[in-house]
């Protein structure tokens, strides 16, 4: 089983912001996430500028596309994205050709899963070409007092039965890791429990020596 | 019956393309869009031009928000966003925040019909204090041959019954608008239909007339 990846998932308002946390964890972890929130804040700048202050790390920009993918995963692509996210619920024509797009230019699409999804439509993305998913805690409900539990292991242990890389995010802390023992993770995203901490570098070392011990 | 709103929905890669359109569509409309496209592309900068450019209009940010509905919203409405768009399948906590955080702003959300969505939900998103639902039908499925019918009238007519205000978009064309008589719409959308014609402006002229023939 491969060791699964860590990621920073930057949802900061400005990209300067960003850069505090890349410049010490980016040399830390494997994957650099411009999330949604820095998307929409600063547009396509913050992917180029990840893409060339870290060349070694894989790039994802978080655009949550529902519609237009082909435009949007090519313009996320063209800037220096190796992976972009698409929502489940976009239609199946908005999946396919994001994927297409994406491939046309080395990218690779994620299929964010959020509000009501089944295995039956999980079947059809495979058909489409999308090899990987995330699984995600909605950052709203985990306010609300959700957490990590059996049943969420229950639904990842499933999507990488059906062979999907499955990457999960949504307010992962250190102790979470190894519930996820046994299930071949594809990447770990954290966000702000692995930025807004004392010191990001030494907690990002953390996260990899947890993934280490349980992912030997 | 109010008079619907004509909305132009800017779905350009760049800034100097959106204002192209707008200079001379922005005087002979109500409603400017910064689409998903345009904002992923260029961040606020393009919410913060258009809002000083055309005080007059209403500034609409489609940032189909599935997460952080509180920061998402209130950085769209701080750089000058009047309406926001908010995924229909978020969850409800994050419905919740956009709601307060656009308001705190003089702000209002607006929910995006996409996917699977059921009018029980939609009773939901009233208590929310949700007022705003926009009738879309995804580019991609229209590229893919599907096209308006009764059942979208049907469906529209529903939810204008429910109280809602509902605008709608996706391939709207000048023969399209008097399929609505006699629904109270609160803003017809059009984007490529109205930007890529040899003149825009007399095109925008041609759907007002339209529309006040419709609803007198």
Redesign the interface.
Known sequence: MEKPLLQVAL?N?TLSEALESTRVLAPELDVVEIG??L????????IQVMRTLYPENIIVAD??I????G??AG??CDNGANWVTV?C???D??KA?AVEAAAKRGGEMQVEL???WTFEQAVEWKNIGLKQVIY?Q????L??GGSWGPANMETVKKLTDMDFEVSVTGGLTLDVISLFEGIPIKSFIVGRNLRNVADPAAEARAYKAEIATYWP
């Open positions: 949802d308002f949604t929130l998307c929409l804040a600063t547009g396509a700048e913050s655009l949550k529902v519609d237009a993918g435009e949007l313009m996320a929502m619920n976009a239609a024509a908005t050709k959020f509000g009501n995600h909605s950052r709203d409900a306010n609300s």
